[in-house]
C-alpha cells in the first residue's frame, strides 16, 4: 500500500501515527495509509526552510520562475494519474478531479510569470539628494494550512506565490487529502526546488497546528471560522502576518425578469457540483415570488437526475460526501431544517456498487432567514430556498448573513445586476453566473466572516507575500 510522508529537509518520512488514507467512494479498498509527522519533524522542516532561505531569497527571479513554470507543466502532464489520486481521496468526480489539476498548473505558471513582475517605486525625497526607494522582499517561511476540499488547486495557489517572491514554505494539507499534497511538493522537487525550500508535514491540525504557526514568520490558513480565528488570535498575539479563507453562506438571487434556464444552470452548478464541498457554493437560493414556483420545480427536476456514484464512475455527476463525519453533518442539518419547517427534497443516502459516502442533493423549501439552514454552513450537496417578495427584499436577505464571501444574481435588468454588484456585501459578486467558479489571475477572497487578511491569488497575492522596504538614499 502506498505510505505518504511528509518532505522533511528534504527528506521523505513521517515518523508519526499510521492511519488510512480513505475512499470515499470505496471505503473497503483505501487510497493509501498516512504516516504522521511528529512535532520534531515539525520543528525539522521549518528549520530547513530558515536555513534555505537566505539562498532562496536571493535567487534569480528566473530561476524560480523557471522552477513553478516546470512544475506547471509537470503538473498538466500528469493531469489524468494526479486527477484519479485527488478524485480518489476527495470524492469530486474525475472530470472535476482533472479539471481542478488543470487549475494548479495555470497557478503555478502564472506566478512563474509574477517572479518576474515584482516592481517598486522610486520616489523623490523631500530632502535634496536623497532618494527614496519602496521595494518588496519576501517574508522568510511560510507556514500554509490548506482544507481538504481542493486538494491542489489551494495548496498551487498560496505556494506558487509564497516560491515565487522568494519564500521558503512548510505546507500542512487536510488530513484527509494527504497523497494529492504530497504530490505537488514532489513535483515542485522535481521541477528543481532545492533541498529545505519547501516541507509538507502530515496529520492533524489540531496535534500540529500550533507548533507550526509558532514557528514561522507568517500563516496563510483556509478552512473553518473555528479554526481560523483561533489561527488568526494565535497569531495577532505573536504579532505575526496572517491570512485567513474561511467559510461562506453564499446566496443566489432569483428575480423574476430572470432567464429561467440560466438560472436553473447556475444554482444546479452553484448548489451541488463538487458535491457542494465549496466554500463559494451557491446554498442560499434567493427567489421573488413570480418566477419561485417555476424556479423550484425546474431546479428540483434538474437535480433529482442528477447521477450521484462513485467518483471514478464517468457517468457520475456528483460524486460521495468527503467522510463520515461530514455526511453524518449534513444529514443533522436537513433534519434540523425540517424540524424547523422546511420542506426537504432529495437529501437520501444512496446504495452504489461500492460501499461510499453517497447523499443524493437537498433543495430546502419553503424556509425563513431565520431558519439555521440559512445561518449555518453545511458545506454538503445542500441548498437553501426563501421566497420574497421582490428585489429590495432579495437584496436584504442575501446581506443577511455573518459571511461575505460570494453573491451571486440573475437577473436580465443591467440596473438591477448594477445595483447588485454595487450593494452586495460579498468579496466576489456573479451577475448570470453560479456564485462557485473563479479565474486563477484575479484576488480571490471575500468580507464580514468569510475573510481575514490580504486577498488570495493574482497580483494581489504579493501584498501577503511580500513585505515592503522604503530605503532613502543620501
Ligand atoms: P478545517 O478548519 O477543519 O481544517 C482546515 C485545515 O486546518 C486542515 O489542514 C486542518 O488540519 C487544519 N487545522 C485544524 N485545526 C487546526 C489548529 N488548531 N491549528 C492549525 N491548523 C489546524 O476545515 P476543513 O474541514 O478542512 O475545510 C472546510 C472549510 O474550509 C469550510 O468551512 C469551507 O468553507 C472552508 N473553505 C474556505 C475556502 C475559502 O477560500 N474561503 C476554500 C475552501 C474551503
Known amino acids: 500500500m502506498t505510505v505518504f510522508t511528509g518532505l522533511i529537509a528534504g527528506e521523505w518520512l513521517g515518523s508519526g501515527d499510521r492511519s488510512p488514507d480513505e475512499n470515499p467512494s470505496d471505503l473497503d479498498v483505501p487510497v493509501g495509509e498516512t504516516a504522521a509527522s511528529t ?27 523557471d522552477i513553478l513554470d516546470r512544475a506547471a507543466n509537470l503538473v498538466f502532464e500528469r493531469r489524468e494519474a494526479l486527477g484519479h489520486l485527488l478524485s480518489s481521496e476527495e470524492g469530486k468526480t474525475l472530470a472535476e478531479g482533472i479539471g481542478e489539476v488543470a487549475r494548479a498548473s495555470q497557478v503555478l505558471r502564472f506566478f512563474a510569470g509574477e517572479a518576474l513582475r515584482l516592481t517598486g517605486e522610486a520616489q523623490a525625497s523631500t530632502r535634496p539628494g536623497v ?47 494527504p497523497g494529492t499534497a504530497a504530490a505537488l511538493v514532489g513535483i515542485l522537487v522535481e521541477a528543481g526546488l532545492p533541498a529545505g525550500v519547501l516541507g509538507l508535514v502530515l496529520g492533524r491540525g489540531a496535534v500540529l497546528g500550533d507548533a507550526l504557526v509558532d514557528a514561522v514568520d507568517a500563516v496563510s490558513f483556509t478552512g473553518s471560522v473555528a479554526t481560523g480565528r483561533a489561527i488568526a488570535a494565535r497569531c495577532a498575539a505573536a504579532g505575526r502576518p496572517v491570512q485567513c479563507e474561511m467559510g461562506g453562506k453564499n446566496p443566489l438571487v432569483v428575480v423574476d425578469d430572470a432567464d429561467l434556464d440560466k438560472a436553473v444552470v ?53 460524486g460521495p460526501v468527503v467522510d463520515g463525519r461530514q455526511l453524518a453533518k449534513d444529514i443533522e442539518y436537513l433534519d434540523r431544517a425540517a424540524r424547523e419547517g422546511g420542506r426537504v427534497i432529495g437529501g437520501e443516502r444512496i446504495e452504489a456498487a461500492t460501499r461510499g459516502h453517497f447523499l443524493s442533493p437537498a433543495l430546502v423549501v419553503d424556509t425563513t432567514p431565520a431558519m439555521t439552514i440559512n445561518r449555518e454552513e453545511v458545506f454538503g450537496p445542500v ?3 426563501v421566497r420574497v417578495s421582490d428585489y429590495d427584499e432579495a437584496l436584504a436577505v442575501a446581506n443577511d448573513t455573518e459571511f461575505g464571501l460570494s453573491a451571486g444574481i440573475c437577473t436580465t435588468s443591467l440596473a438591477t445586476a448594477r445595483h447588485f454588484v454595487r450593494n452586495a456585501e460579498a468579496g466576489m459578486v456573479m451577475v448570470n453566473l453560479p456564485t462557485a467558479g473563479v479565474d486563477p489571475h484575479v484576488p480571490f477572497g471575500g468580507r464580514k466572516g468569510s475573510s481575514f487578511g490580504p486577498r488570495e491569488q493574482g497580483a494581489y497575492a504579493r501584498h501577503f507575500y511580500t513585505v515592503v522596504k522604503t530605503a532613502y538614499i543620501g
Open 39 to 65: 512535532l520534531a519533524e515539525v520543528a525539522d522542516a521549518v528549520a530547513a526552510a530558515r536555513a534555505a532561505f537566505p539562498a532562496w531569497s536571493r535567487r534569480s527571479p528566473m530561476d524560480r520562475a
Open 131 to 177: 532618494d527614496v526607494q519602496v521595494t518588496r522582499e519576501p517574508i522568510g517561511v511560510v507556514g500554509l494550512i490548506t482544507p481538504w476540499n481542493f486538494p491542489i488547486a489551494i495548496p498551487a495557489w498560496k505556494l506558487a506565490p509564497a516560491l515565487a517572491f522568494g519564500n521558503c514554505a512548510v505546507l500542512k494539507p487536510a488530513e484527509l487529502v
Open 266 to 318: 447556475a444554482a444546479l452548478n452553484g448548489a451541488f457540483f463538487s458535491t457542494g464541498q465549496r466554500c463559494t457554493a451557491s446554498s442560499r437560493l434567493i427567489v421573488t415570488g413570480g418566477i419561485h414556483d417555476r424556479f423550484v420545480a425546474a431546479l428540483s427536476k434538474a437535480m433529482t437526475a442528477l447521477r450521484v456514484g462513485p467518483a471514478l464512475d464517468p457517468t457520475t455527476e456528483i
Open 383 to 385: 441548498a437553501s430556498v
